[in-house]
């Protein structure tokens, strides 16, 4: 059984206010304004008084003590830490944005190494590891070696573990029980703890550790308080090894509505637990990886990342995404002297391909979101990719005659020079085939990347520009080639 003997009960934020004696309820609205955190506000505005700054920090909410800290310079934030309580430091420095967190315990590592390695031990395990790990190699063993030997073997344990997979993700701060433990003996370990409300079930493990069954709170409380808990476990528990990727670990969470999952080694011994709170973390930043991979941007690339993290990130697809633009833009040169005779041309390729490019990132938005969130079956590849193109030719024909009209009614003014409904009719049909090419790109790029292996979410955007813009420019100029006798002034 692993305990946390300075958290209490008090230390579980909860929204409902117990009946008893002492001052009257009061509603707080979600968002509103704490005077801590006002007092915190009128302490910054006007100057930083480093221990009244921390005295009045240590009394905000971890998230929002977070959020006082990131306004800070680092080192100015590393000095309101050391003024704060170890217990109140630990869990803002948790909640505050990694590049910033990993910043400011860096400088707390060079100033005070001691006081750093302290406030590593007092966090949560699994989030001093996580902070572990964005660290430098040399700071993060010169913090282990400063630590308590049983604490720094706990994190080493858990730093060992990628951080892609559910061993990366699992906390050994957890509560086991003894299959022998009797009701009543449970009912007082429980008193000691800090049971988190979303927490309906406990583990059960036997003598050497293996994870045999699970309780209800519930069963407990019905429960004969002499009665073992063997007696009311059930036998049947899931759980997870901690090499499953962190992804699939997230949607078992969100496909079964679990708070918690067991995390066992190949000789079914307890290791840790996986709570819903981190997968939630873990959804989110999942979503933000694959939205900043359709762009190019690097996956782990945060708001407050350095320079180079960003450079490095950024830049190659940038530079891929040069080189394939300028292979789509080959069909304005090899089409230059048809451009010169009808300048609208150039004219109509800038409406048709931005508009083009956009229904494909819709259909790819859409595929890979299936993708992620396992929808795409694969005897159903056919249908899905059937129903997207039919949806690119419909919304391809409604824009199509859009055009088609708007450049007959263009053809009266006299100031626009090459307008008519023959080139109308050219521009419809160029927006007909040229959408209904890009929602196939969009819903077959993700496709083809994960048959081969390669992350649907990867740069997909840029492979997909390419391909609409040199659909949308090669069939606009291609039909007026073909079409040219019959087009006026061509």
């Given at each position: 059984?692993?305990?946390?003997p300075?958290?209490?009960?008090a ?13 009257a309820?009061?509603i ?12 915190v ?23 929002d003590a ?9 080192e ?9 309580d170890?217990?109140?430091a630990a ?12 910043g ?12 750093a ?20 190699e040399?700071?993060?063993?010169e913090?282990l070696?400063?630590?308590?030997l049983?604490?720094?073997?706990v994190?080493r344990?858990l ?5 892609e997979?559910a ?14 433990m ?15 409300e ?35 476990m ?14 699939q ?30 997968v939630i973390?873990?959804i ?25 993290e ?5 830049f190659p ?8 633009t300028c ?22 390729a ?46 391809g024909?409604?824009?199509?005659a ?7 009614l ?19 049909t ?11 790109a ?6 083809i ?19 609409t813009?040199?659909i ?16 006026p002034?061509?």
């Amino acid at each position: 059984m692993t305990s946390d003997p300075e958290r209490t009960d008090a230390d579980v934020p909860s929204p409902h206010t117990p009946a008893g004696s002492g001052p009257a309820p009061r509603i707080k609205e979600v968002g509103e304004t704490s005077p801590q955190d006002e007092r915190v506000a009128a302490l910054i505005e006007h100057t930083i008084d480093v221990p009244v700054l921390a005295s009045a920090v240590s009394e905000q909410e971890a998230a929002d003590a977070a959020d006082t800290l990131e306004t800070l310079a680092e080192e100015q934030a590393a000095e309101v830490l050391e003024q704060m309580d170890d217990r109140s430091a630990a869990d803002a420095l948790a909640e505050m944005q990694p590049p910033l967190a990993v910043g400011v315990m860096q400088d707390l590592l060079e100033e005070d190494l001691g006081y750093a390695a302290r406030l590593l031990a007092v966090m949560a395990p699994d989030d001093a590891a996580d902070l572990l790990q964005s660290i430098e190699e040399s700071y993060r063993e010169e913090a282990l070696a400063a630590m308590d030997l049983d604490a720094a073997a706990v994190l080493r344990q858990l730093v060992g573990y990628d951080r892609e997979s559910a061993g990366g993700l699992m906390t050994t701060d957890y509560l086991a029980l003894g299959r022998r433990m009797k009701v009543n003996e449970v009912t007082e370990v429980i008193r000691g703890r800090a049971i988190p409300e979303s927490i309906h079930h406990l583990l059960v493990i036997g003598d050497d550790g293996r994870l045999v069954g699970v309780v209800g709170l519930r069963d407990l409380l019905l429960g004969d308080p002499d009665q073992e808990i063997a007696e009311l476990m059930k036998t049947t528990v899931k759980a997870v090894r901690p090499d499953l990727d962190r992804e699939q670990v997230a949607r078992e969470f969100d496909r079964y509505d679990y708070a918690m999952l067991p995390v066992v080694d190949l000789d079914e011994r307890l290791i840790g637990v996986v709570t819903v709170d981190d997968v939630i973390d873990i959804i989110r930043a999942e979503q933000t990886e694959d939205v900043q991979k359709t762009v190019g941007a690097g996956a782990v690339e945060a708001v407050y990342s350095g320079v180079a993290e960003k450079f490095k990130g950024r830049f190659p697809w940038l530079g891929v995404s040069l080189l394939l633009t300028c292979v789509g833009a080959l069909a304005l040169l090899v089409f230059r002297e048809m451009i010169g005779r009808l300048p609208i041309l150039a004219y109509l390729a800038m409406v048709i391909a931005p508009v083009v490019g956009n229904a494909g990132h819709q259909a790819l938005a859409v595929t890979h979101r299936g993708i992620v969130l396992d929808e795409v079956r694969k005897g159903r590849v056919g249908p899905l990719i059937g129903r997207e193109v039919t949806v690119g030719v419909l919304i391809g024909l409604a824009l199509g005659a859009t055009m088609a009209a708007a450049l007959g009614l263009l053809s009266y003014v006299p100031q626009i020079q090459g307008a008519s409904w023959q080139l109308g009719l050219v521009a419809g049909t160029c927006m007909t085939v040229a959408m209904a090419s890009a929602t196939l790109a969009g819903v077959t790029i993700p496709l083809i990347m994960r048959r081969l292996g390669i992350d649907p979410a990867h740069a997909s955007s840029i492979m997909l520009i390419l391909i609409t813009d040199a659909i949308s420019i090669t069939v606009l100029l291609s039909l007026v080639v073909l079409l040219s006798a019959w087009l006026p002034e061509a």
